[in-house]
């Protein structure tokens, strides 16, 4: 006999804004405030399912709004246990509605709480529940964004030295928000700083619109021995990028606001990247991130998923060809979904990497008083 159904019977939704206590930008624009959305499944077994993702810095209740009116009378009455048919029929229902942006990010949102309520009816974390790879990632030390007051080598070489301190050896900074020759003296006092044999990465946010400026950038950047080079361009212009990556020794990186399997097969299939960039709470949720952490498998690449370490260390954990999870301090003030969660719950970084936490489901616990403070509306 077959166990007995689990009934969702509550979908709710909430939006909450984080300030960012520094003025703090990127190459494209400011960041302000960081709004995240947050997904509570209850069940009739007593089980609730928790999930979240990212809304930008305007677009919380846009993606709130859609899972209450588009996905929420879809789940009502169904069983929480068939995840990957509750996805087909989300994404189905939505696509008149958009295949990227607010409603996929709603759809992984929906997707991370019902794979945190499985989680938690099986009573094992989500690295387990989806094979188990190892049970600790490497993690590294990202930031390096742009902070107008003060001057940008000064901010290097405080926030790189005290994630040195605090045991990295991997580490991504922002490129892209100054000129070339400006970046490069960031670039080459990131890497003095964090010695000769640690691995950096960089991140330009689609700042080099043109082939030829971004060569350029690559050229300048090279001698300092880069991990690879994030978004050099925009997203969606892939033969771009797949020239880029012909045509520099650095190896490029994207897929950060990539949707679903579909968008990541022809960043494959373009040569656009070789590491790719997945983000479970922006492609789709959970379910379309192993599909894609598999699809990259098939061709021989790794993934690097994109922020949200909360999930990703997870996910990361569950694949033999996932590279490393992004970190960031929440002392750092730049990702701060963490000031939702008690210190005690939050993550740990040990000597650069993340031992993945045995709480069952996804093992985000929030704090009910954090989240009234910073709710929005």
Request: hydrophobic residues 45%; charged residues 25%; contains cysteine.
């Amino acid at each position: 006999m077959g166990e007995a159904v689990v009934r969702i019977t509550s979908v709710r939704a909430a939006t909450v804004a984080l300030p960012v206590r520094r003025p703090t930008a990127i190459s494209t624009r400011q960041l302000r405030v960081r709004e995240f959305v947050l997904v509570w499944i209850g069940t009739d077994a007593g089980i609730e399912g928790v999930g979240y993702t990212y809304a930008g810095t305007v677009g919380g209740r846009v993606v709130q709004s859609c899972i209450e009116t588009v996905l929420q009378p879809l789940l009502l009455g169904e069983d929480a246990r068939y995840v990957e048919r509750l996805w087909d029929r989300m994404f189905k229902e939505s696509l008149l509605v958009g295949r990227r942006g607010a409603v996929m990010r709603a759809i992984g949102a929906v997707d991370l709480a019902l794979w945190d309520a499985l989680g938690k009816l099986r009573g094992e974390p989500l690295y387990r529940l989806l094979g188990a790879y190892r049970d600790e990632v490497p993690a590294y030390a990202s930031g390096g964004y742009y902070r107008p007051d003060i001057d940008p080598l000064k901010e290097i070489e405080g926030e790189l030295g005290r994630y040195v301190e605090r045991g990295f050896t991997d580490f991504k900074i922002k490129v892209g928000g100054l000129s070339i020759a400006e970046d490069r003296e960031r670039v080459r006092l990131a890497r003095e700083i964090i010695g000769p044999r640690a691995r950096l990465a960089l991140d330009a946010n689609n700042a080099y619109n043109d082939v030829a400026t971004a060569l350029r950038a690559a050229e300048a950047f090279a001698p300092f021995d880069i991990w690879w080079f994030e978004e050099p361009t925009y997203p969606d212009s892939l033969p771009t990028s797949a020239r880029i990556a012909a045509a520099i020794r650095i190896p490029v990186a994207t897929g950060e606001i990539e949707a679903t399997r579909w968008g990541f097969r022809d960043i494959i299939l373009t040569g656009a990247a070789q590491i790719l960039q997945p983000d479970a709470v922006v492609l789709g949720g959970i379910t379309e991130w192993m599909k894609v952490a598999h699809l990259a498998a098939a061709h021989d690449l790794p993934v690097a998923p994109h922020w949200n370490a909360n999930v990703h260390v997870h996910l990361v954990a569950a694949v033999p060809n996932g590279l490393t999870v992004e970190f960031f301090h929440l002392d750092e003030d730049i990702y701060n979904f963490e000031r939702l969660i008690d210190p005690e719950n939050r993550l740990e970084v040990k000597g650069g990497r993340i031992r993945v936490p045995e709480r069952p489901g996804i093992g985000v616990v929030l704090n009910p008083r954090l989240v009234e403070q910073f709710r929005v509306g």
